[in-house]
Each structure stands twice: as C-alpha cells, then as structure tokens.
C-alpha cells in the first residue's frame, strides 16, 4: 500500500517536470545508512547531505523530496526528509529521526524547478 501511495503523488510531480521547458532537475536517490545497531546512539538522529545541482539555477528554484525508501529497526517511525538552505547552486537533504525511532536506512529523490 506505500508503494502505491508514493506512485500516486509522484505521477502528478512528473507531469509537472515535463511542462517546465528544460527548467526543472531530477535527482536521486540519495542514500544514507543510519545505524547498523538498535542501541540508544541511533535513535532520533538527523543527517545532512549536501546536494549540488547538476547546473546551477538563474534563481532559486522550489524544491522537492520525497522518500524512496525507509527501513527501521521496528518500533516507532518519526522520519521525515526536508530540503533545507535551498540556493541557486544546491541545497541540503536532511534525513531526521526523533523520538525513539531508529533509522536503519534510507533514500530520498528530489525535484527542483523555477
């Protein structure tokens, strides 16, 4: 049923890549490997990757991500993934985890556009 959901909101996404006229960028998936332990040191970590675009933007384009995939180790699931620092050159894909969830891995693509 995720699967499904995910497809559902990302036909929409690629439809509005395609009328964009060459001004929007794919990338992705962008990967991280949180923690290979269920000890207390890999709950409710954040990691940062810098993303840079392929080409730079003339200004700085609306970004989205959204996640491919997300393996815990059972239990809670506080997980999200958010663009951040957003500029004309790249941007900051954070992976956060809080409260007690523990992040086995993850990936996330991302769209950007003017």
């Known amino acids: 049923m995720l699967t499904f959901n995910f497809i559902a909101l990302f036909i929409p996404i690629l439809l509005v890549v395609s009328n964009c ?62 663009a951040e620092n957003i500029d004309a050159l790249g941007f900051d894909l954070q992976f956060k985890a809080w409260a007690n969830t523990a992040v086995n891995n993850a990936s996330a693509s991302w769209v950007a556009c003017i």
């Open 21 to 82: 006229e060459g001004q929007c960028q794919l990338g992705g998936p962008v990967s991280i490997q949180q923690c290979t332990d269920t000890g207390s040191n890999c709950r409710g970590k954040t990691i940062v990757i810098h993303v840079p675009f392929p080409r730079g933007f003339e200004h700085i384009p609306n970004v989205i991500v959204a996640l491919n995939r997300y393996d815990n180790f059972g239990g809670d699931t506080a997980f999200g993934v958010t």
